[in-house]
C-alpha cells in the first residue's frame, strides 16, 4: 500500500524557517518525480514545488530563492526547506508523487499525502 506521511509543520515567525519531510513507501519511489503543494483556508490547492526523479527542480514564483527541494533516494524522502517565511506561506503542505513529472507540476498525482499545518506569524 503506497503511503506519504508528511512531518515537519508548526507554528514559526515571519523570517524564520521550517524543514518539512514526506516519507514515501510501498512502492518505487526512487524512480518518481515528487513535489509538494499548499492550499489555505477559502483557497484552491496551488503547486510549490517539485522534484524529478534526476534531482532536478522546479519552483512556484512566489517561493523561488526562499524555499529548498530536495530527496533522498536511498530512504524515499523528500524535503522542503522553507527560509525567510512569510504569513502568507500558512497552509496546509501536501506531499505528492507521480511516475510522471509532469502530473505532479499540474496538480494530478497519482498520490497524496494527508498533508501538515504551516502557521506563520507576523
Known amino acids: 500500500q503506497v503511503q506519504l506521511v508528511e512531518s515537519g509543520g508548526g507554528l514559526v515567525q515571519a523570517g524564520g524557517s521550517l524543514r518539512l519531510s514526506c516519507a514515501a513507501s510501498g512502492g518505487a519511489f526512487s524512480s518518481h518525480a515528487m513535489g509538494w503543494f499548499r492550499q489555505s483556508p477559502g483557497k484552491e490547492r496551488e503547486f510549490v514545488a517539485a522534484i524529478s526523479w534526476l534531482h532536478n527542480p522546479y519552483y512556484t514564483d512566489s517561493v523561488k530563492g526562499r524555499f529548498t527541494i530536495s530527496r533522498d533516494g536511498v530512504t524515499n524522502t523528500v524535503y522542503l526547506l522553507m527560509n525567510s517565511l512569510k504569513p502568507e506561506d500558512t497552509a496546509v503542505y501536501y506531499c505528492?508523487?507521480?511516475?510522471?513529472?509532469?502530473?505532479?507540476?499540474?496538480?494530478?498525482?497519482?498520490?497524496w499525502g494527508q498533508g501538515t499545518q504551516v502557521t506563520v506569524s507576523s
Open positions: 505528492a508523487a507521480d511516475k510522471l513529472l509532469s502530473r505532479v507540476r499540474i496538480g494530478e498525482p497519482d498520490y
